[in-house]
Nanobody, 115 residues
Framework: QVQLVESGGGLVQPGGSLRLSCAIS????????MGWYRQAPGQQRESVAS???????TYADSVKGRFTISRDNAKNTLYLQMNSLKPEDTAVYYC?????????WGQGTQVTVSS
């Protein structure tokens, strides 16, 4: 069974940076898509960025140019580098893995952007 564990969240001032990590354990196979999602209080969960097994990436318009998704296959880890953070980026961030007939979520990590 695949398990995902996020880390790296915290409190940061506007304009600051954070890097989120998602450690993935267990077996999965291509084709797959790894993604970061976020959910702010009272709002629906939304897609932030994704990367597939062909290394194609997608980003939400709200984070383009500020966030970068990447993965380290040797470490089975997904990353989200977040720069120029804004208060509206405050949310619980989740990683997700989709592969044939399966979907797994992490437990989430809180990111708070505030002065």
């Amino acid at each position: 069974q695949v398990q995902l564990v996020e880390s790296g969240g915290g409190l940061v001032q506007p304009g600051g940076s954070l890097r989120l990590s998602c450690a993935i354990s267990g077996s999965f196979f291509s084709p797959y898509t790894m993604g970061w999602y976020r959910q702010a209080p009272g709002q629906q969960r939304e897609s932030v960025a994704s990367i597939n097994s062909g290394s194609m990436t997608t980003y939400a318009d709200s984070v383009k140019g500020r966030f970068t998704i990447s993965r380290d296959n040797a470490k089975n880890t997904l990353y989200l580098q977040m720069n120029s953070l804004k208060p509206e980026d405050t949310a619980v961030y989740y990683c997700r893995l989709d592969y044939p007939l399966r979907r797994s979520w992490g437990q989430g990590t809180q990111v708070t952007v505030s002065s």
